[in-house]
């Protein structure tokens, strides 16, 4: 998931065709458009190409409205759109965004196929498993930790590093490091009522304890849509829920859990998105943070914590192999990320093409990952990185959540569920309702509006 959008602005150089490929792209690609631009063209892009980068929107719920404007007016600009991979298959479905099955050549469909993380393929993949993008990077969040803090408390937590620890170890650990600290914030994680947490906190929390939105992901977690289990009002989300609010409320609050150390997380983290919850983490303030690999990029820069910083995957609420829907269970990380897709009425279908192919080039993703902390979309190229400044001290770590992420429910209707997930599991993190209740509305919600949909 991690930053989205872009601002306005465009960059050329060099002997260029009258017309620009116009774009949209993440805010690190445009706040480091000159950089992105020579690595680019020095994996391969041809020197003709012009590319102008456009804004899409200044959140992701934006960019997904400003590109349902531009598409249906059958506008030819802009060429290429940057798409969350958490909203790419509603334009699939819809049949607004280019087929590239016949149009890239078969050697970089087969790269992106066989070679790619396969979460990140499926949520730009049809059911008929055609292509529509090419996968710029995957997201996959972890838990960042000041490991100066939790050594001088005597853990190590650096053995957990492809090797997750349990949610109630991990609390209780925790819990006495931010004792013995200074810290003014133990555990920060987003809880406010947007997409953050539907997407992705939830779902992570959900997921770990085997409970899911729709039963089995395998089969359900893309549709049929009104054919398919609601099933989060299971007792392992129930579990989940009780957890979280544990973190926040404490052992003494109702609808919490004896078993976990609570007053971990502030209460403000009812209100916090990204930004909130990683600012006080970067200033040395928190013990341990959930964020995507930027915060990463961001945290473990000289300037912010360096080498003081620890990662590691998300920790489990029931171990793998231990529930009951296949895929739950054990630590997984809400999958994020961005694609790129074709806008069908180009005139410029030759450049998009090379555009796309040189997105494939191991060159090029090194390059990106270097550069703004995108993580390759070719794992392959992931572990060969190890020379990379801060991203390549956690290597292992990244490429271990890689391989145990869950996407989110992005089906056609997914933009209409995401509210009512946000607003009901807020509310009972909160307190304002109790947890039964409210995953019971929840599911009541779900199957209202998935019978409309069918």
Known sequence: MGLTASLAGCFGGGTRGDEPLQLTATNEWQNNSAAIQQALYDAGLSDAIELEFISGGSDTDEMQNQYSQWLTANQAKPDLLVFDSGWTLPFIAREQIMNLEGELADDTLETVRNDYFEQSVNSTTDRESNLYGVPLYPDFPTIQYRA????????????????????????????????????????????????????????????????????????????????????????????????????????????????????????????????PSMQPFTNGDAVALRNWPYSININGDDDALGEDMGVMPLPYGVPEGDSEYPGTGGSIGALGGWNYCVNPETNQLAACLEFLETLTSPEFQRANFELVGHIPPNPDVLENADDVPVMGRYLDTLSFVGEHTLARPATAIWGQQSDPVAQEVNAALMGDVGVEEAMTELASRLTELEEAFS
Do not use: K
């Open 148 to 275: 100066d803090l939790v050594q001088a408390a005597g853990y190590d937590w650096d053995r957990y590093r492809t090797d997750p620890m349990s949610w109630e170890q991990f609390s209780h650990e925790l819990a006495d490091v931010y004792e013995q600290s200074d810290a003014a914030y133990g555990y920060n994680w987003q809880a406010a009522s947007e997409i953050q947490l539907a997407c992705c906190v939830f779902n992570e929390f959900v997921s770990s304890w085997g409970g899911a939105y729709f039963g089995n992901p395998e089969e359900n977690l893309y549709g049929p849509i009104g054919d398919r289990p609601v099933t989060i009002d299971e007792e392992p989300v129930i579990d989940a829920v009780r957890m979280a609010r544990t973190f926040v409320h404490g052992t003494d609050a109702p609808d919490t859990m004896d078993a976990f150390a609570g007053g971990i997380t502030a209460d403000e983290a009812f209100q916090w998105g990204l930004a």
